[in-house]
T-cell receptor, first 114, second 111 residues
Framework: NAGVTQTPKFQVLKTGQSMTLQCAQDMNHEYMSWYRQDPGMGLRLIHYSVGAGITDQGEVPNGYNVSRSTTEDFPLRLLSAAPSQTSVYFC?????????????FGEGSWLTVV | DAKTTQPPSMDCAEGRAANLPCNHSTISGNEYVYWYRQIHSQGPQYIIHGLKNNETNEMASLIITEDRKSSTLILPHATLRDTAVYYCIVRVNTGGFKTIFGAGTRLFVKA
């Protein structure tokens, strides 16, 4: 049972480039989300999904796109990378309903935009 | 989801109890109090949650005031490995997944 898996772990991008951060979970969780964490700051919600085909915006969605074609995968796309998007990105998932108490996080993806 | 207020940082001596406060004065009747922690740059880790009653597990205890407007996470015998950022979150147990994390409390456990 791998839990929440994020790839890549480290990435350096040039301004204007696009890329996709991958997130997969093998726990059959309905809910998945992406957070970013800037140095010394808390987590900020980018986008989230309550099931396949359903996504919604979080606190800081601008510059990012998501899709949820399967229950397992929730990729985060940076359309045109900017230095302000330099951050650590965490993917998370949890089970739906009243039994979905615990949020499980991936190990993070460190992104630097130069 | 209701907002929470936590002190930005706290110190605790190793072996002593660490008491981390959280204010959530606008909490709704169906919202639970959750605590997570983040060690260094790892992904946050679930600690404990509760609705009205005090809760205890192998990691910590959670004390919720009778009016539910505040709570305290207690680490009974803090160790150096408990140095981390602790997040207090309030949210409903069902429905959407728009879980908002604040800045948390940075706990320093000192030898």
């Amino acid at each position: 049972n791998a839990g929440v898996t994020q790839t890549p772990k480290f990435q350096v991008l040039k301004t204007g480039q696009s890329m996709t951060l991958q997130c997969a979970q093998d726990m059959n969780h309905e809910y998945m989300s992406w957070y970013r964490q800037d140095p010394g700051m808390g987590l900020r919600l980018i986008h989230y999904s309550v099931g396949a085909g359903i996504t919604d915006q979080g606190e800081v969605p601008n510059g990012y796109n998501v899709s949820r074609s399967t229950t397992e995968d929730f990729p985060l796309r940076l359309l045109s990378a900017a230095p302000s998007q330099t951050s650590v990105y965490f993917c998370a998932s949890r089970k739906g309903g009243t039994s979905g108490n615990t949020i499980y996080f991936g190990e993070g993806s460190w992104l630097t935009v130069v | 989801d209701a907002k929470t207020t936590q002190p930005p940082s706290m110190d605790c001596a190793e072996g002593r109890a660490a008491n981390l406060p959280c204010n959530h004065s606008t909490i709704s009747g169906n919202e639970y109090v959750y605590w997570y922690r983040q060690i260094h740059s790892q992904g946050p880790q679930y600690i404990i949650h509760g609705l009205k009653n005090n809760e205890t597990n192998e990691m910590a205890s959670l004390i919720i005031t009778e009016d539910r407007k505040s709570s305290t996470l207690i680490l009974p015998h803090a160790t150096l490995r408990d140095t981390a950022v602790y997040y207090c979150i309030v949210r409903v147990n069902t429905g959407g997944f728009k879980t908002i994390f604040g800045a948390g409390t940075r706990l320093f456990v000192k030898a």
